[in-house]
């Protein structure tokens, strides 16, 4: 059947269209939407990229967070120096950590079912409500 691999690449027609709104979203909407604990990372992860601290205000140290995901936006901060860019880029690689996470759904759910509810629980994962909010918000729940 072909219903699985059309249902899936429907959902993933409407998970860009609305990660491409949320990413390019006006910078003030933004500022309402995303929680502070991705400011608290990102501005970590530019003294981290600029002075190789791991520092909020540039002079006490801090921890604290998911290091990999520290990893992954010290690394974004090092190309990526305006700060707006900066939230963008991160909604963005977070959006496709979670498109990441829906091909290990397929593949967990065709291993215990078959490949036709894999392309469905894939799907199903990638346009749920709920963790695409919580992907769009930038932290380390991505990861």
């Known amino acids: 059947m072909i219903r699985g691999p059309i249902l899936f690449a429907v959902a993933g027609c409407v998970f860009t269209a609305a990660a491409a709104r949320i990413v390019n979203a006006d ?24 002075h190789g601290q791991s520092t909020f205000d540039g002079s006490a140290a801090t921890n604290g967070y998911h290091p990999l ?22 909604m963005a690689l977070a959006l496709a950590l979670h498109v990441c996470s829906s091909v290990v759904v397929y593949a967990i759910v065709t291993r215990l079912v078959d490949r036709e509810w894999g392309f469905v629980a894939a799907a199903c994962w990638l346009i749920n409500p709920l963790t695409f909010v919580i992907s769009a918000q930038a932290t380390e729940a991505s990861v």
């Open 27 to 50: 910078v003030e909407w933004l500022l309402r939407t995303v929680p502070d604990d991705t400011f608290y990372y990102l501005q970590i992860a530019r003294n981290l990229a600029a």
């Open 69 to 90: 995901w520290m990893f992954l936006l010290t690394a974004v901060a090092t190309i990526v120096d305006d700060r707006v860019a900066l939230l963008r880029s991160a």
